[in-house]
């Protein structure tokens, strides 16, 4: 009876395994939506910005008065601005980074914000989940610093302030009680964060928009964006802070895949490497205690 009480108890304890999955996937997936989008100059990423938190508020909002139309939204100002940042920060350090090593810079940031965090709250950091964050992070080192060009520097500190507001995004989440009414409030609460991207809209600098590039917007704001965050508010409040850090360091792996298949990035035996020693990081960090 106990075994049998102890497998279903483990089973719930291990119900964020998927969704985790899905967000982690979603949030590769706007690294190579924004990529495909300014690499080719389809989209600014001033525009990109107003489209993908525009489009990802909206479908939020639809999927509260479709499933509970008495749910009053929730979120923050703070969960808003942090969430404006990120975003915008991360589309403007696109125009010059590939996906992979962008990925590797956000998430790079986002863990020492998190870990940082932890360690300031006073959560206990094991051994074991400190091995394991190290190995996943020096695959990620393997897979996309050696033998490659230092990226430019305005743009990696720009990937790397988008890592920290996405730090905060996220552990902003942690208490969340109401993941999908928290996510539609911070979108909704980014919006009027967009006025400051007036002096750029105005001047019309650089600005251009084309069919393709509001597709791939569209894409990064309903799918990758809209969807994928709402799933991950509900994950991260079950986890701790470390294991929320370490997990997404397999976003950079799941971009730079992604890159090869739709950006034409080439498939080394390097990429090959770097994947099972970021996954192997990740599953010792986040295995369960013996």
Not at 107 to 115: K, L, N, P, S, Y
Not at 158 to 178: D, E, H, I, N
Not at 186 to 214: D, E, I, K, W
Request: charged share 10%.
């Amino acid at each position: 009876m106990s075994t049998g009480t102890t497998t279903l108890t483990d089973r719930k304890a291990r119900a964020w395994v998927w969704p985790a999955l899905f967000s982690l996937v979603a949030f590769a997936a706007n690294s190579v939506f924004c990529r495909l989008a300014l690499k080719d100059g389809a989209i600014d990423p001033a525009s990109f910005t107003v489209v993908r938190l525009a489009s990802g508020a909206l479908l939020l909002l639809l999927l509260i008065r479709l499933r509970k139309p008495a749910l009053a939204m929730g979120g923050s100002w703070r969960g808003g601005l942090a969430l404006f940042l990120y975003a915008f920060l991360f589309s403007a350090a696109y125009l010059q980074l590939g996906a992979g090593a962008g990925a590797l810079l956000l998430f790079g940031a986002v863990q020492i914000t998190m870990f940082g965090f932890a360690w300031y709250k006073g959560e206990p950091v094991t051994a074991r989940m400190l091995l394991g964050m190290l190995i996943a992070f020096a695959g990620l080192l393997v897979l996309l610093l050696p033998g490659t060009a230092a990226p430019p520097f305005a743009s990696a500190l720009l990937m790397a302030l988008s890592g920290v507001a996405w730090g905060v995004y996220t552990l902003l989440g942690k208490g969340s009680p109401r993941p999908l009414a928290d996510t539609a409030g911070n979108f909704a609460r980014s919006l009027p964060c967009l006025v400051l991207l007036a002096p750029v809209l105005l001047m019309g600098a650089g600005l251009h928009l084309s069919p393709l590039g509001l597709l791939y917007a569209l894409g990064s704001g309903v799918l990758a964006s809209g969807a994928g965050y709402a799933v991950w508010y509900s994950v991260v409040r079950q986890i701790s802070a470390q294991q929320a850090a370490t997990m997404q360091l397999g976003v950079p792996v799941i971009a730079a895949l992604g890159g090869v298949g739709l950006i034409g990035e080439p498939l080394s035996l390097r990429l090959l490497v770097a994947c099972v020693v970021v996954l192997g990081g990740i599953a010792l960090a986040l295995a369960p205690r013996r």
